[in-house]
């Protein structure tokens, strides 16, 4: 059973770069059969795909968020990782990795979550 | 604003069927499959409906999913007490290039 685990700092200043790391276990991080993803979610609020990164190191990132997000992944460590630059207390969320299966191309098929890590900008 | 809209609430009484909504586009939900997730407050989502109707492995065959033209709906026959959560739809939108969510129903079990 595949098992994702977010790890990252919980405060971050504002202006500065949010980074947090997906450790994923228990399972493959290579083969080109998954997505490895990104979403968050404000507190009280729904959910925001913020982008995917293949196991080749392309990346497909949410429009809104494309000028401020890099994304990568460390085949070698089993683990992918998100930098979001510029942060404001808008970027204030619970930062989601998940695993999205490839047979169903960009859909949103994400089967297998990380716990969840609280991210706090302040000023 | 989500892209994809859903009932801010829903609620029904144990055993009782209930439905919820998910409207969307023809950039979304019409083209693309969609995805239902189930939220228990403090815990990460979970997969319960893929490819409009199907289930993954483990999940009850009380959830089911449908979709017609540019809306989708999540069906929960039976309902119990531990089906209260939040429900959120998902779909790949050709227009925006990305992946959108609804806003998500609290299910409330009376």
């Known amino acids: 059973q595949v098992q994702l685990q977010e790890s990252g700092p919980g405060l971050v200043k504002s202006s500065e770069t949010l980074s947090l790391t997906c450790t994923v276990s228990g399972g493959s991080i290579a083969g080109g059969n998954y997505h490895w993803t990104w979403i968050r979610q404000h507190p009280g609020k729904g959910l925001e795909w913020i982008g995917y990164?293949?196991?080749?190191?392309?990346?497909h990132s949410n429009p809104s968020l494309k000028s401020r997000v890099a994304m990568s992944v460390d085949m070698a460590k089993k683990q992918f990782s998100l930098h979001l630059s510029s942060v404001t207390a808008a970027d204030t969320a619970m930062y989601y990795c998940?695993?999205?299966?490839?047979?169903?191309?960009?859909?949103?098929?994400?089967?297998?979550w990380g716990q969840g890590t609280l991210v706090t900008v302040s000023s | 604003q989500s892209v994809l809209t859903q009932a801010p609430s829903a609620s029904g009484t144990p055993g009782q069927r209930v439905t919820i909504s998910c409207s969307g586009s023809?950039?979304?939900?019409?083209?693309?499959?969609v995805s239902w997730y189930q939220q228990v407050p403090g815990m990460a989502p979970k997969l319960l409906i893929y490819?409009?109707?199907q289930r993954p492995s483990g999940v009850p065959d009380r959830f089911s999913g449908s979709k017609s033209g540019t809306s989708a709906s999540l069906a929960i026959s039976g309902l119990q007490s531990e089906d209260e959560a939040d429900y959120f739809c998902a779909a790949w939108d050709d227009s925006l290039h990305g992946v959108i969510f609804g806003g998500g129903t609290k299910l409330t079990v009376l």
């Open positions: 023809r950039s979304n939900v019409g083209p693309n499959i």
């Open positions: 490819s409009n109707d």
């Open positions: 998940a695993r999205a299966q490839t047979i169903f191309a960009a859909a949103p098929v994400f089967d297998s």
């Open positions: 990164v293949y196991d080749s190191g392309s990346t």
